[in-house]
């Protein structure tokens, strides 16, 4: 082992024993003594491209998918946001515009959309994107034959898919009409609102019919079948190590688009990526799909190296209802309020997340700041320990398993939680790693107890949370369902007025609070670093980022 890395490990682990001293029970009233640094910000101002147009960035690991309807994570989104493109994308700020479309036409009543693609879209074979392509790459998602469709919720809103899907109804049914070649008609069953973020998202990304259709394995590597219509296109997949994009010369905007390769490595190990960084072989580190050390993150601030700003989403620890003593919601509630979720913000994370006592983000639910119930609250946690031990018909509660995939952050974090549990539940808990693939799985599988996940917002609304958690499956790996929940849901859907609708999905906040299937943590901030020449890319609330903008200056 040699001495830098040595001396790191020491740093985080006296960093460590500090922390467990602050906020292993009691109230932890400290603060972080650093704001957003907006310093060297990394938008576009008035600078020119100039120079060596290749940026290199970290996604940490191998992305699980990179086919556009069996993607369900940050990691994939982030190549496949670069060489697909859908009907629309958000821009730098943040909101939906034409992109495969160059017009769109809304109905009156909202329930119709109208898209005419671009006659100069192209996939990267010179082949013409048309409207059948989209249609075939929703359809594909909404066939109950396909496999691994966890995001497939996410075209519901259009009439006939969630039938289609989940009741046996017929694809023909679904409203999808190619009106011609470069005519897509959309029918929704009710007006909504976010439904242009929606075809942004990587679930309404189109497919080449042509080549999916012959080849089911098109996505499994690089080669003349991976086909996209995005501003750059795939040429290596060195599975493990990284993944190569270029400039597609064929793109509908390419003369937008300034850089001309970018490199992807699959750096897992937190203090190598730092390194590379400083040696100037990665220009980008930190979220969205990367992390910086723990033990760097005070120094890099005082040398106003960081931009922490908010973004919409929750760290949390799914609990395993299938698990006879983790099913009971006293057992539950104990867990969440005796957790000191200002300790772990202010003196393990030092990025100024905000402590989650909700589901929803404050940034949609303003009332969600201060939450359900009060953060580090072990007298209220005893008492329903005692509830839950009581019903269960234990005298203690058995030992159980924290899993989280391989991770610096999420390592002390749940070193920091495993110690509060036990010094203010006494309960045992060990902990448990895996890689982040093998993670996914054994969370799907329901192999684990309690383990740590994340939620990301897809577009800017409520029900991006709360219908996670609608049915068992898909990216609910907790195994928990309510019909009332459910319903409150489906009321959302059918109502038109928007004031009555926020109403009823924090309704459904309010039950699902109350059951408590989570351990919420707390809702993320974007925190990463960029080399002073990096312009046009921002980490972006909801999603991931968008390099179609980015260039250098030198």
């Not at 509908?252 to 850089?259: E, G, I, K, R, S």
């Not at 099913?327 to 990025?351: E, F, H, M, P």
Request: hydrophobic letters at 35%; glycine letters at 6%; a negative charge.
């Amino acid at each position: 082992m040699n001495w830098k890395k040595w001396s790191l490990l020491l740093t985080i682990a006296f960093a460590f024993s500090l922390f467990l001293a602050a906020c292993g029970g009691g109230n932890n009233d400290a603060g972080s003594n650093n704001g957003n640094n907006e310093s060297g910000n990394n938008n576009a101002e008035n600078a020119e491209p100039s120079g060596d147009q290749t940026l290199n960035i970290n996604i940490k690991t191998e992305p699980p998918s990179l086919h556009p309807g069996t993607s369900s994570d940050t990691t994939s989104s982030a190549v496949l946001d670069q060489v697909f493109e859908g009907l629309t994308r958000i821009n730098l700020e943040g909101e939906p515009e034409e992109a495969m479309a160059e017009s769109i036409d809304v109905s009156e009543d909202g329930l119709t959309y109208t898209f005419k693609i671009r006659e100069d879209a192209e996939w990267s074979n010179g082949d013409p994107v048309t409207a059948e392509d989209f249609e075939y790459a929703w359809k594909w998602v909404l066939d109950p034959e396909s496999a691994d469709t966890d995001y497939a919720y996410q075209l519901y809103p259009i009439k006939g898919a969630e039938d289609a899907k989940e009741n046996g109804g017929s694809l023909d049914d679904v409203g999808i009409t190619v009106e011609d070649e470069k005519t897509l008609v959309v029918e929704l069953t009710q007006p909504t609102d976010y439904f242009l973020e929606l075809t942004a998202f990587h679930t309404y990304y189109p497919l080449n019919k042509d080549v999916a259709s012959e080849n089911d394995k098109w996505a499994l590597d690089v080669g003349d079948d991976y086909v996209t219509n995005g501003p750059f296109k795939l040429v290596s997949w060195d599975h493990k190590d990284r993944i190569v994009i270029e400039k597609n010369e064929d793109y509908w905007d390419a003369d937008t688009v300034q850089l001309e390769t970018i490199t992807m490595h699959m750096i897992d190990d937190e203090s190598t990526a730092l390194s590379m960084y400083e040696n100037d072989e990665l220009d980008w580190i930190g979220d969205p799909v990367d992390a910086i050390p723990l033990a760097a993150i005070q120094s890099m601030k005082d040398a106003g190296e960081l931009h922490i700003e908010d973004r919409a989403g929750l760290y949390y620890y799914a609990v395993n209802h299938e698990d006879e003593v983790l099913g009971n919601a006293n057992i539950r509630k104990a867990l969440a309020l005796s957790i000191n979720r200002q300790g772990i913000v202010d003196n393990v994370t030092q990025t100024e997340e905000k402590p989650a006592m909700a589901l929803v983000p404050p940034s949609m639910f303003e009332e969600n700041e201060e939450g359900y119930f009060a953060d580090n609250d072990i007298d209220e946690a005893k008492k329903y320990l005692e509830k839950g031990l009581e019903e269960l018909g234990l005298d203690e509660l058995p030992a159980i398993k924290l899993s989280y995939n391989t991770d610096e952050g999420h390592a002390a974090i749940a070193q920091a939680v495993q110690d509060m549990w036990n010094k203010n539940l006494d309960l045992n808990v060990e902990l448990n790693n895996e890689e982040w693939n093998v993670y996914l799985d054994s969370l799907g599988e329901g192999n684990y107890q309690i383990g740590r996940m994340g939620w990301i917002a897809d577009f800017n609304d409520a029900i991006n949370f709360l219908e996670i958690f609608e049915t068992v499956g898909g990216n609910n790996y907790t195994n928990w369902e309510n019909d009332e929940f459910k319903a409150l849901l489906k009321d959302s859907r059918a109502e038109l007025d928007s004031d009555k609708r926020q109403e009823i999905l924090k309704e459904a906040e309010e039950l699902f609070m109350e059951e408590l299937p989570i351990v919420p943590v707390y809702f993320y901030t974007n925190t990463y670093a960029a080399k002073d020449n990096v312009k046009g890319i921002e980490a972006l609330p909801v999603g991931a980022f968008n390099l179609k903008w980015g260039y250098k200056a030198e």
